[in-house]
């Protein structure tokens, strides 16, 4: 089409996830005017995937400005880093008061609190949007968490929610979570406990197979009954799909995969937030390390040739071992989100951020890597306690923790004993036992403080906030 038409928005990067965008809005009924730095990509978009369509090809930043309606709206769809700081300036260039800068790549919320104050500072207002959904997503309907200059969400409400996932009734997956860095932080946290879901999941299937015995078609015919209960969820599903693929000789794909796993680097986001808050955020934490151990796969194979651990031992009843495991793999899961939702919370405090924790769990309900059915019993804990301290302290979560304790610790159990890895289900148990205890030993921790850094101590028999020292070295105990 030509270009004295107007578009809607535009649209810069023009990877898979930019085009699917692209055609996404489209398709919702908004024209689209894109570009890309490599200017071919966007011959090759227009006349081939975008052909027919309400598709503006550009061939410069100035070019694009000019075939927007006003006040414009540009989606930046590249790399995280330093292309997106480059792609503001030039846009600065060439847009005017009012416009809307809209990156919906997986930046680090510290760079999107920075760059909205750049951004407002001239005029323009800014958008972080966190998108989760990977390319078909993009295309179908993914997640979107916006957040940013809250004057610019009615201008790009009606753009973000129609492309969004639509829940029961046509809720869409999208809504405002806050301002400057929230979409992109929320969109973190979304990540991190993406990687604690995935790596319980992986630490499950380990036991169904090394520890149950089980071959891949009953761990895939498992997967499958456990997607029709409390633990239906995307990855759940995904689980099953893989299990069940066959190479070309008919054997299981998965296990002519390298055990060597990748990472983004959201997941390490996220737990460097938990250290600077001081959110124990354990099991995403050991989810992050996990993919670092996996990766050092050369000198795992010369310590495996060096080091023995115990035989395996079958298990009497394995049908029981199995059900043990949906339950234990459902607690650690609602730790996840817990913990995840604590971290949020503890943001929100200290960015002054109006989070709302409900509406956060609708966007998580679909289009997205964590979607989850227990996502709307997170949005009804909420709604009913907006202050709810802690998930595990609703009703409902409560029942599933305590229903799975004695299974939780049967699993941990028998996979020490049995040499078979589970840091994420075992620092999920961890973490919970030290949340339900009144007392823990850091009362030892803080004399030992005291003793070589004279860091003083509370007491238990005097209010809090008053701090004392002891002459340790004096009496020598």
Excluded at 180 to 199: L, P, R, S, T
Excluded at 306 to 322: Q, Y
């Amino acid at each position: 089409m030509g270009t004295t038409q107007k578009a809607g928005i535009g649209l810069i990067g023009l990877a898979v996830m930019g085009e699917n965008l692209a055609l996404n809005m489209e398709r919702q009924g908004f024209s689209v005017a894109v570009y890309n730095r490599t200017v071919s990509k966007v011959d090759a978009f227009v006349s081939g995937r975008g052909a027919g369509k309400h598709i503006i090809g550009c061939h410069s930043p100035r070019e694009l400005a000019a075939a927007l309606e006003r006040p414009r709206k540009l989606m930046i769809m590249v790399k995280a880093g330093a292309a997106v700081d480059e792609i503001i300036g030039r846009l600065l260039e060439v847009l005017e008061k009012g416009d809307i800068i809209i990156d919906g790549g997986n930046s680090n919320y510290r760079d999107t609190i920075r760059r909205a104050v750049l951004v407002e500072a001239h005029g323009l207002l800014y958008v972080g949007a966190g998108i989760s959904g990977r390319a078909e997503g993009a295309l179908t309907g993914p997640s979107i968490m916006p957040g940013g200059s809250p004057a610019a969400w009615p201008l790009v409400k009606p753009i973000l929610q129609g492309i969004a996932a639509k829940e029961e009734g046509g809720l869409p997956c999208c809504d405002w979570v806050g301002e400057d860095g929230a979409g992109h932080f929320v969109k973190m946290v979304h990540n991190g406990i993406e990687y604690g879901d995935m790596q319980l999941i992986c630490e499950t299937y380990d036991l169904l197979k090394n520890l149950a015995g089980l071959d891949y078609g009953e761990m895939r015919e498992i997967f499958d009954q456990w997607n029709q209960g409390g633990l239906n969820s995307y990855l759940i599903e995904i689980t099953r799909d893989i299990l069940g693929f066959r190479d070309a000789d008919g054997k299981p794909m998965a296990e002519k995969i390298l055990d060597a796993a990748g990472q983004n680097g959201t997941g390490k986001w996220t737990g460097m937030a938990a250290l600077e808050f001081d959110v124990p955020l354990t099991l995403i934490g050991e989810a992050v390390f996990s993919r670092c151990l996996s990766d050092a796969k050369n000198e795992r194979l010369r310590a495996a040739k060096v080091f023995s651990g115990p035989k395996i031992t079958a298990p009497a009843d394995r049908k029981a071992l199995i059900n043990d495991l949906e339950k234990a793999l459902y607690a650690a899961k609602v730790v996840s989100y817990a913990q995840g939702y604590l971290l949020m919370r503890k943001a929100a405090r200290i960015h002054k951020w109006n989070l709302n924790y409900g509406g956060i769990a609708l966007m998580w309900r679909g289009g997205c890597i964590i979607r989850s059915a227990f996502l709307g019993k997170i949005k009804e804990a909420f709604d009913k306690r907006p202050d709810l301290e802690n998930l595990l302290l609703d009703p409902f979560f409560t029942k599933i923790i305590e229903d799975a304790q004695a299974s939780w610790r049967r699993v941990v159990a028998a996979a020490v004993q049995n040499g078979v890895p589970v840091p994420a289900l075992g620092s999920a148990l961890a973490w919970f036992d030290g949340y339900r205890n009144e007392r823990l030993p850091a009362n030892l921790l803080q004399a030992q403080r005291d003793y070589f850094g004279a860091h003083t101590y509370e007491r238990v028999d005097r209010p809090r906030g008053e701090f004392f020292h002891t002459d340790w070295t004096s009496q020598k105990g």
